[in-house]
């Protein structure tokens, strides 16, 4: 495992010169200010993801039905199992016969590492799996406080072996994997990709959306949209308050791969972040450093809208955007014939 790097990130002003929310994303944020639903941070936990997955699909696109799903589980180290959600557009592969090995994505899903679990983003996976033609597993992994830090880390390193060593019984080529996320699912991703590179285990891409990789919100995005943006200051604090142990913790580069002292020889990456984002610099700044460490880097960037917009495909086009752009670098890298 790489060491942790002592010193904090340089934090430089945002790449984007502070974008302004796009006219239909400040209707959006002025409709949830008007609702006047008790923000996450004022509610207990169970609370919390009670309100998350009301939320759900309420801005997003229809499910796609020509998508065939099925859930499986997998093993933990603590002999645990975790549910594996699988996608697959209809047509590419049948759950009775196999003829082709397919790629594959891991996938973890946000939420502050708190809330969040596969049903919660259902419609994201089978859109990725839809446009993209490669399986897609998402992992329900287990969520703090009940399971604090490490555990998330743990949950999807180990769902990744599973993956690996199952590869032939799935109908998944294990040449052909990679892993991706949203937010802290960015982070396990991220995370995994640097371990993958530890174990000597090549990965096909690296996909995060807005992921978080920095263990201090210090950034000049993270000041400059703190609070009215949707993901505010108060959320970080009260998710990774829940997540990590002990302050310290922030420091540890499986909470803040930017801090990883080594970031050469990882997979690809395709990176997607939201311009009005107090996340977006630390997506900019990890994909500085993976160039600067000679990993290829496709940095992708939707002005206009604010975290969590893939999610809000109804209401946003950049969402259908984005989801077909991450869609196209996955059917690049898993070779998935179009």
């Known amino acids: 495992m790489p060491e942790t790097s002592d010193a904090a990130p340089h934090v430089r002003p945002s790449a ?15 409709r949830m200010a008007r609702a006047g639903h008790p923000p996450l941070w004022t509610l207990s936990v169970q609370q919390a993801r009670q309100a998350y997955d009301l939320a759900t699909g309420v801005l997003d696109v229809a499910p796609p039905s020509e998508v065939d799903v099925i859930d499986l589980d997998c093993p933990t180290r603590d002999a645990k199992r975790l549910r594996v959600r699988r996608y697959q557009a209809r ?70 072996i599973w993956l690996r060593e199952n590869a032939p019984m799935l109908g998944i080529d294990p040449e052909r994997i990679a892993v991706g ?28 959306f807005y992921p978080g990789t920095a263990g201090w919100a210090n950034t000049a995005s993270a000041q400059r949209y703190a609070h009215g943006y949707l993901l505010e200051r108060e959320h970080l604090d009260w998710f990774f308050g829940h997540y990590l142990r002990d302050p310290g913790e922030r420091d ?51 002005p206009g809208v604010t975290h969590d917009f893939i999610r809000m495909g109804r209401a946003l086009h950049e969402a259908g955007e984005a989801v077909r752009a991450a869609a196209a670098a996955l059917r690049t890298a898993l070779c998935v014939q179009t």
């Open 252 to 302: 540890d580069w499986r909470f803040a791969p930017l801090l990883a002292s080594d970031l050469s020889a990882l997979a690809p990456a395709w990176i997607g972040v939201a311009g009005c984002d107090l996340l977006h610099d630390e997506g900019v700044l990890y994909a500085d450093r993976l160039r600067q460490a000679g990993v290829a880097v496709e940095l992708r960037e939707w």
């Open 181 to 208: 996320g949203d937010s802290a699912g960015g982070t396990l991703a991220a995370v995994c990709a640097i371990m993958a590179r530890d174990a000597g285990w090549p990965l096909a891409l690296q996909m995060l």
């Open 91 to 160: 047509g590419d592969k049948t759950a009775a016969a196999w003829e082709e090995p397919s790629g594959a994505l891991l996938y973890t899903h946000g939420g502050g590492f708190v809330i969040g679990s596969v049903t919660t983003h259902d419609i994201l996976c089978r859109q990725l799996a839809l446009y993209s033609g490669c399986a897609v597993l998402s992992l329900d992994y287990r969520l703090a406080p009940e399971h604090p830090f490490p555990t998330a880390v743990d949950d999807a390193w180990d769902a990744l």
């Open 16 to 30: 984007n010169a502070f974008a302004e929310p796009s006219p239909v994303m400040r209707a959006l944020l002025q």
